[in-house]
């Protein structure tokens, strides 16, 4: 296992239909995060689990975002009903927290478009 | 939560010289973190500067920490072409946020 695994790397989705992304964190790495971007800025933070727990979901996310990290291994990002608006990159990240104070270490990223 | 904001927004020089980015910060930290991210790729750690220390290397990067002015700089001395990127900073705690970033083009 040598990094993190975003699938798929491209999604093309008509407006209105749901979309699932899926991440696979390093193994041993306990918390995992969630962010979109879009051209020209930086990530924006979405949520992220510790294990199995959804700590923290941005106040910005409405309620057609939902993720799960249902056995503590890899997560899940749904978006329901998609918006023209909704087409960014999607970027998952994953972290020891207990470990010695590396970086996360970032998956290449799920681009969706909505058409 | 906790976030950096690097400028200036964007920087272009050519091949050779030197590049340098800063990021401020607002509250008190553990470490800062710089990571790199090529146009449609994910982003990549590169240094990390813990709280208790002032500068760090790494190859052909410098990092500076001032906690008392919450700002780090970060310095990339003999760009090449293939350094052209976005960089961003990362105070930690960790719940991460992100700035825009400084993009830096290298000119060849």
């Known amino acids: 296992d040598t990094g993190v695994s975003q699938n798929p790397r491209h999604k093309i989705t008509k407006r209105g239909q749901n979309v699932t992304f899926r991440c696979d964190p390093i193994?041993?790495?306990?918390?995992l995060y969630w962010y979109r971007q879009t051209l020209g800025q930086g990530p924006e933070f979405l949520t992220y689990?510790?294990?199995?727990?959804?700590?923290?979901k941005s106040r910005l996310l409405s309620d057609r975002f939902s993720a799960e990290r249902p056995k503590g291994s890899f997560s899940t990002l749904e978006i329901q009903r998609t918006e023209q608006g909704d087409s960014a990159m999607y970027l998952c990240?994953?972290?020891?927290?207990?470990?010695?104070?590396?970086?996360?270490?970032f998956g290449s990223g799920t681009r969706l478009t909505v058409v | 939560s906790q976030q950096g904001e690097e400028d200036p927004q964007a920087l272009s020089i050519q091949e050779g010289e030197n590049a340098t980015m800063n990021c401020s910060y607002k509250?008190?930290?553990?470490?800062l973190q710089w990571y790199r991210q090529n146009s449609g790729r994910g982003l990549v750690h590169l240094i990390l500067?813990?709280?208790?220390?002032r500068e760090k290397h790494s190859g052909r990067l410098r990092v500076t920490l001032d906690t008392s002015k919450k700002s780090s700089s970060l310095l990339i001395t003999a760009s090449r072409a293939a350094d052209t990127a976005s960089y961003f900073c990362?105070?930690?705690?960790?719940?991460?946020?992100f700035g825009a970033g400084t993009r830096l083009t290298v000119k060849p």
């Open positions: 990240a994953s972290l020891d927290h207990y470990g010695t104070g590396g970086g996360y270490t």
């Open positions: 193994s041993e790495h306990n918390r």
């Open positions: 689990f510790q294990n199995e727990a959804q700590l923290e």
């Open positions: 509250t008190s930290i553990n470490n």
């Open positions: 500067i813990r709280s208790n220390e």
């Open positions: 990362a105070p930690r705690p960790y719940d991460m946020r």
